[in-house]
Structure formats: C-alpha cells, structure tokens
C-alpha cells in the first residue's frame, strides 16, 4: 500500500530533482522511494544497535561518560 506524504524541500532541489527524473523518464516518486530505501539501508546497523536494549544502555553510560569529561583510555593500553 502507498500512503501520501507532503514533503517541503528547497525550490532549487525540487527543481534539480524534475530536470533529473524528466531526463531518467522515470517518476518522482521511484527516485525519492530509491533515495529512502539507500538512506534505510545505510542506517541499518545503527537501528539494529539501537534496537539492542543492552546496546542502548551502554551507548547512553558511555554518552553521559563523555559528557561528563571522564578522561578515556589510552589507545596503548586497550589489547588487541
């Protein structure tokens, strides 16, 4: 199923994006559904680790670590 969306992109994109699918004879639509789906495969790992409660938890304890200016590790000591 195919839902509608409004999406508000500059002029000059919008523009660039017509001259691009008229010149490809393709749709708007096929190009931003393809530009989606490039987008949500790049992001995957990110969303799996995210997803990953026991993830989430560590990536929050090591954000508030950095935050806080706890003073890291040297990359000499960490092992192999």
Do not use: F, H, M
């Amino acid at each position: 199923p195919v839902s509608s969306v409004t999406v508000r992109i500059p002029e000059e994109k919008r523009d660039a994006l017509k001259v691009i699918a008229s010149v490809e004879r393709r749709a708007i639509q096929d190009i931003l559904c393809d530009l989606i789906d490039d987008y949500l495969e790049r992001q995957k790992e990110t969303l799996e680790l995210l997803s990953n409660p026991e993830w989430a938890a560590l990536i929050a304890a090591g954000k508030t670590e950095v935050e806080s200016k706890v003073p890291g590790v040297s990359l000499d000591v960490l092992e192999d």
